[in-house]
């Protein structure tokens, strides 16, 4: 049976792809810290992150996540999925491109003792996104 | 700690000893090792040495740092990051000479015999890029 943490956790993916955003950050602490080491940025309060959520959709109006996998340890909840959507807006300086992309995604998201998310971690491919996009070309392996 | 941690933790260390094939005594024979940001799925021992191998040959002082680790049971994720100095040929790209260093996560489930039988990792090659210089400044998404 999942965890409290685990239904919490996976509750904001779920509100995201609803566009729920308000929802979607309700256990979110307000002065969480969300490092998003694909994008390079680091949110530090609900406010940045919940801004960082809208920016994913503006970039990808249809964007949902799926094929979820939770883990759960403890006061930290490490969550596997894919970001799927296409691209039909401006993602900062790069234009829409109308390309869809699909990108395997890991979070580490940390509890606080009031059961609100007061620490998370992104981790994914941005080279993958970009070219897939056609923004960027795949070295060589 | 875990049974399960203390494995990973101690396959991180003669990694960074370069003590390559006793890091992969840690893996089952038929493990699946999945690098996200290649898209490249490795499965068994020699291909796992293999990709470490190829890895070392880039980044001869390549190491593993700032390990965290999250005990999920039958799961240990284990966030780090990767440092080293591009003396070798990278996915046909030469050698740079600059360091680098990536955030890495790692999420990896042990069998029952408490060997790893698949691992997912996941990190941003475009960041590496533009550290090693062959790829302009990021996309802000």
Same mark, same amino acid.
């Given at each position: ?63 949902? !996540?799926?094929?979820?996998? /939770?883990?759960?340890? =403890?006061?930290?909840?490490? &969550? ?5 959507? %296409?691209? $039909? !807006?401006?993602?900062?300086? /790069?234009?829409?491109? =109308?390309?869809?992309?699909? &990108? ?5 998201? %940390?509890? $606080? ?29 | ?141």
């Amino acid at each position: 049976m999942a965890s409290k943490h685990v239904k919490t956790a996976l509750a904001v993916y779920e509100s995201f792809n609803k566009r729920d955003l308000n929802q979607a950050v309700a256990h979110i602490a307000a002065d969480v810290t969300w490092i998003d080491h694909g994008r390079g940025i680091t949110s530090k309060s609900r406010h940045e992150f919940k801004a960082t959520l809208a920016g994913w959709i503006e970039g990808f109006s249809d964007g949902q !996540g799926t094929d979820f996998t /939770a883990h759960d340890a =403890g006061n930290t909840v490490i &969550v596997q999925f894919t970001g799927r959507g %296409t691209n $039909d !807006g401006a993602m900062g300086p /790069a234009p829409a491109t =109308g390309r869809r992309a699909s &990108v395997p995604m890991v979070d580490i998201v %940390t509890f $606080d003792s009031k059961g609100k998310i007061i620490r998370g971690e992104s981790y994914f491919d941005m080279l993958g996104m970009l070219v897939q996009l056609g923004l960027a070309e795949a070295p060589t392996m | 700690m875990s049974k399960n941690v203390d494995a990973v933790r101690a396959g991180f260390e003669v990694w960074n000893k370069r003590d390559l094939k006793k890091a992969a005594s840690f893996y089952a024979e038929n493990a699946t090792l999945v690098d996200h940001s290649r898209e490249t799925t490795y499965k068994g021992r020699d291909q796992i040495i293999g990709s470490w191998d190829e890895l070392v040959k880039a980044f001869p002082d390549a190491e593993a740092t700032d390990l965290k680790t999250y005990d999920a049971g039958d799961t240990v994720v284990t966030t780090f990051v990767g440092r080293g100095t591009n003396k070798g040929e990278l996915m046909g790209m030469a050698a740079t000479d600059r360091r680098v260093s990536t955030p890495v996560c790692s999420v990896a489930r042990f069998d029952s015999k408490g060997l790893i039988a698949q691992e997912d990792q996941y990190s941003d090659t475009f960041s590496l890029l533009v550290q090693l210089g062959h790829a302009k400044a990021p996309v802000q998404a």
